[in-house]
């Protein structure tokens, strides 16, 4: 049998080609078709995009939007479209108790507002939440199920 040094190079690969993997489950080597390294490199690393769409149209400064909770707990993007630039808003943020860990928010606004504040709505903190947006502007929160608290993330 050649060893790994002996064989010869391929310099394209076709989905039917095979590589040498080591299985755990069975405690031996076994082969994999490319497809299949590839379909499993693909889930692995794809990012969750499941997240559930609402919108608020606001339409005057010292707006308040409570971003309703997902009953699964899941993640929620909320599009913010208000009429103009605003002196000020509030985005309250699911209550503590519908949320789980590892639930995210994903906020993006079309418009600037100067003053923003992000209610935790019973969480112990909401760490890093902007203070200002930006029109166009977005940002990502993570609730941490031990701490009760959310986290920016992007």
């Known amino acids: 049998m050649p060893t790994i040094n002996e064989l010869s190079s391929a310099d394209t690969l076709q989905g039917s080609d095979q590589t040498v993997i080591y299985s755990s489950a069975n405690g031996d080597a076994r082969k994999v078709s490319m497809t299949t390294l590839a379909t499993f490199m693909e889930s692995a690393v794809t990012e969750q995009t499941d997240f559930q769409t609402q919108y608020s149209a606001t339409n005057a400064s010292g707006f308040s939007v409570t971003i309703a ?39 993006n606004t079309t418009q600037a507002v100067t003053t923003l504040t992000v209610s935790g709505n019973g969480a112990t903190a909401v760490n890093g939440a902007p203070t200002t947006l930006a029109a166009n502007a977005f940002f990502r929160l993570r609730f941490d199920g031990v701490f009760k608290s959310w986290y920016r993330i992007g």
């Open 69 to 107: 909770p997902i009953v699964s707990g899941g993640d929620v993007y909320l599009l913010l479209t208000p009429t103009g630039a605003f002196a000020a808003g509030t985005i309250v943020l699911p209550p503590v108790a519908a949320c789980i860990d590892g639930q995210e928010v994903l906020m």
